[in-house]
C-alpha cells in the first residue's frame, strides 16, 4: 500500500472520472469549461512561479495535497505550477477593525465592572463612578408638623424625642483596639462630653487594654483619643479628643431622683451609634461594687434595656440632664429589666479629681476583701456583725496586724459597722498613711462565744486608678 492508501485515499483515474461524468454533464458544457480554465490559466501564467524551495517542507508538500487533479479539468497545468500559484495566491489576514477592537474593550470593562459590583455590593460601583466620592442619599419620607413647643411636654419637661434631639449629639460611641495595628476593634462603649474643648467621661472598663482609642461624634466623624485618668474602683475615666467647639451635656442632681420618675438612656448598643432606649427608676442608692475589691458605688437602678455598648452612656431625667452613667458590668445579665447608672453626684468629685491630676492621689484603702454581715444575719448565726474577711493583700500593713481569714472586723476607727457605707465614708474621711484601730470578733469553729481583740494597722494609698503610660 502505497502513503496515499495509507491516507485514506484512492487514486483515481482521469479515464474513468470522465466516462462517469460524461453520462451526467453534456459534453458541449464541459469543452466550454475546460476551455474557460485554459483561457484563465494562459492569463495568470505570468504570476512568477514560487521557487520550488519554499514549497517544499510547506503544509503544500503534505501528500494530502499531491492528489492529482481530477475530472481532466486542469488538463495543461503541470503539477509544479499549479501548486506553486496556490502557495503565492495565500489570502492575507484581515485586521480586526477598530470599531471591533473598542467593542471588545467595552465589553471587558463591562464584565470587569459587573464581577467587582457582584463581590463588593452596589455602593462600590456608585462611589468608584463618582469620583472616591461617598454617595449622599436620603430616603425620601412624608413631612410631619414640628414645633419646638411638641418637645416639650405640659409642664416644662422633655418628650422622649425631645431628650433625643437635645442630648444625642452629646453622646459619642467609643471603640477600642488592642493593638496599633488593629484594624477592626476589640470592644465598644459610650461616653458624655463634659466641656467644649474634649474632655469626655466613660466607664473604665470600657478603656480596658486600650492600646488605641477612637471617638466617634454624632455626626460619625472619627478622632483618636488620650486617657487623661481612670479609677478602676469606681468604674470611672476620663478620655480626651483634640476637638473645639463640642457639644456639651448638661448634668443634673441625682439626689432628687424619685422612684417611678421616668428617664432616658442614650448610648451605643452592640455598635449601633446612639439608640435610645427608655424606662422608669426602679431603685435609688443602690450601693454595687464592679470587682470585690472595688469601691462600692451610690447606683441608680431602671428597667431600661443596659447592654455592652452601652457602659459609659448617659442615664437622663426627661429635662435633658445626665443623672447617671450607665454600665453594663453592673447590670444583672440573669434578670430581665435590671440595670444600673453610676449616679453623677457619686462620680462628680472623681471625674473632677481625673481631670485634675489623673488619678486618685489621696483614696486610701485597708488592705481586705470582705462581706459585710448584717445585725440581722449576726443574730441568726449567733455571731457579731461587720465586715467578714475573705481575703488579705499581704503586701498591706494590715497583713501583719493578726487579722485572718473568717475574722469579723465590728468597729473601725471607733464606728460600728453595719453596711458597706459605713466603710466607704470612712476611708473617705482618711487619707493614706493614717493609723486605725479595729475591734476584731473571730468566730469558734464549734459554734461556741468567739474571742475578741483589738488591731491598729496604717490604711494603704489605692493606686487602682494609676495609668500604665507605654499603653497610651
Known sequence: MDEQEDLGF?????????????????????????????????????????????????????????????????????????????????????????????????????????????????????????????????????EKPRLDDALYQSDGRYTIEGVSQAVSPSVVSIEIYNSKTSLLPSSQGSGIIMTTDGYIVTNAHVIEDAVRIKVVLHDRSEFSADVVGKDEGSDIAVIKIGVKDLKPAEYGDSDKVVLGEEVVCIGSPAGFYGSVTKGIVSGTDRLIKVESFSTPMRCIQVDAAINPGNSGGALLNMWGQVIGITSSKLS????????????INAARPIIEELVAVGYMADRARIGVTYYIVTQETADKAGVKPGM???????????????????????????????????????????????????????????????TEFDISFKLEKDESSFIETEKK
Open 10 to 142: 484512492n487514486e483515481i483515474e482521469a479515464e474513468t472520472a470522465e466516462e462517469i461524468v460524461e453520462e451526467i454533464v453534456d459534453e458541449e458544457v464541459l469543452e466550454s469549461a475546460e476551455q474557460q480554465v485554459h483561457e484563465e490559466t494562459s492569463e495568470e501564467s505570468a504570476v512568477p512561479p514560487v521557487p520550488e524551495e519554499k514549497i517544499k517542507g510547506s503544509a503544500y508538500s503534505d501528500p494530502f495535497f499531491n492528489i492529482p487533479p481530477v475530472l481532466g479539468a486542469m488538463d495543461g497545468l503541470d503539477r509544479e505550477t499549479f501548486w506553486s500559484e496556490v502557495a503565492s495566491a495565500k489570502p492575507r489576514r484581515k485586521k480586526p477593525s477598530l470599531a471591533l477592537i473598542i467593542l471588545a474593550v467595552l465589553m471587558l470593562v463591562v464584565m470587569t465592572l459587573a464581577f467587582l459590583t457582584a463581590i463588593n455590593g452596589r455602593g462600590w460601583l456608585l462611589k468608584f463612578l463618582n469620583g472616591g466620592k461617598s454617595i449622599e442619599f436620603t430616603l425620601p419620607t412624608a
Open 332 to 343: 444583672n445579665t440573669k434578670y430581665d429589666g435590671i440595670g444600673f447608672a453610676i449616679s
Open 388 to 450: 467578714l474577711i475573705v481575703g488579705i493583700d499581704e503586701n498591706c500593713d494590715i497583713a501583719g496586724s493578726g487579722l485572718e481569714s473568717g475574722d469579723i472586723i465590728n468597729i473601725l476607727d471607733g464606728v460600728v459597722i453595719t453596711e458597706t457605707e459605713t466603710v466607704k465614708k470612712l476611708l473617705e474621711e482618711h487619707s493614706p498613711g493614717d493609723r486605725v484601730t479595729a475591734h476584731v470578733y473571730r468566730p469558734n469553729e464549734d459554734g461556741s462565744a468567739g
